[in-house]
């Protein structure tokens, strides 16, 4: 069964943050609207990756549009900045990519805010997880 998730506990408003995340998976490419499922065609920004993406089927998601790779259909994130994917019952993608995009898109927020108040944070990666560790200027 398909059905369009929405991830309730995360907002990606952060543009900075979000290009950021884009740009450190190497699986993960913006994509253009309105192309289909084999098609998709790489976009160069998330202005050029924002519209109508089409999911399975029908169904259709509004937003920025963001392919991992293995996934038939994009991560879209939308005005009120929620990602929502379709993973086709996890046979068009699973939830690995998705944790992946969101906890490095976590890790560039928390630095972008910790850098507004002064505190640098360091990165500590493992294979299961990111640490920050925080300095304080002064």
């Excluded at 900075?16 to 490419?29: F, G, L």
């Excluded at 068009?92 to 002064?118: F, M, N, P, R």
């Amino acid at each position: 069964m398909s059905h369009i998730v929405r991830v309730k506990n995360i907002e990606m408003s952060d543009q900075v943050a979000r290009e950021m995340a884009v740009a450190r998976m190497d699986t993960a490419r913006y994509v253009k609207p309105g192309t289909k499922r084999g098609q998709r065609e790489t976009a160069q920004s998330e202005a050029e990756a924002t519209g109508t993406h089409g999911m399975y089927g029908s169904q259709k998601a509004e937003g920025i549009g963001i392919m991992l790779e293995g996934w038939d259909y994009p991560i879209v994130i939308n005005a009120e900045s929620k990602p929502q994917y379709d993973s086709y019952g996890c046979r068009a993608g699973t939830s690995h990519e998705i944790d992946e995009l969101v906890a490095y898109y976590s890790c560039e927020k928390a630095k972008i805010d910790a850098q507004l108040k002064g505190i640098c944070l360091q990165e500590v990666e493992t294979e299961d997880e990111i640490k920050l560790v925080a300095t304080i200027d002064g």
